[in-house]
């Protein structure tokens, strides 16, 4: 499962790298189309993730806030980066069959910033090409901040 996940973010960081060079170049068709693809992509580690986090907790690991969105592709670069590191560390929690709650919350935070992020670059609404991730759970009393599992 995190795996998968991670060549996934890979594949995100190719994208985002394709984004980049079809941005400079002044491709507005590569630019959309590799958006597109962009965002398809990160909803399904979105989903993929989230399959492996037990009911009870969904509400706990997808935070109520509206992401706020990161302007400029370098920042995204970074956010990709973190989010390699956390699905690095996620793997190495998950080997036992269960999954970090903490570290899914952050890898959740991270893929919906860059959801949104994403579709804001080129104008594009995610809603428009896939159900936004954020809007689509329904969560009942969302806690009121990050949540804090352990001790």
Same mark, same amino acid.
């Given at each position: 499962? &995190?795996? =998968?996940?991670?060549?996934? &973010? ?5 994208? $985002?790298?394709?984004? =980049?060079? %079809? ?24 989903? %993929?993730?989230?399959?492996? &986090? ?5 509400? =706990?690991?997808?935070? =109520?806030?509206?992401?706020? %969105? ?19 560390? $996620? ?12 570290? %899914? ?12 992020? &994403?579709?804001? $670059? ?28 352990? $001790?």
């Amino acid at each position: 499962m &995190v795996s =998968q996940n991670e060549n996934n &973010v890979n594949t995100c960081m190719e994208l $985002l790298k394709k984004l =980049q060079d %079809a941005r400079e170049m002044g491709n507005k068709k590569l630019e959309k189309d590799t958006t597109k693809e962009l965002l398809s992509e990160i909803r399904d580690i979105q989903n %993929a993730l989230m399959s492996f &986090v037990p009911q009870r907790y969904k509400s =706990q690991v997808v935070g =109520q806030k509206s992401p706020e %969105a990161l302007d400029e592709i370098p920042l995204l670069f970074g956010r990709c980066f973190n989010l390699s590191l956390n699905m690095k560390t $996620l793997k190495s929690n998950s080997s036992d069959g269960g999954i970090d709650l903490n570290i %899914a919350s952050r890898v959740i935070s991270d893929l919906a910033i860059l959801e949104v992020s &994403v579709s804001q $670059l080129n104008e594009i609404k995610s809603d428009n090409i896939i159900d936004s991730f954020m809007t689509k759970l329904s969560l009942k009393n969302p806690p009121s901040r990050r949540p804090r599992f352990g $001790l």
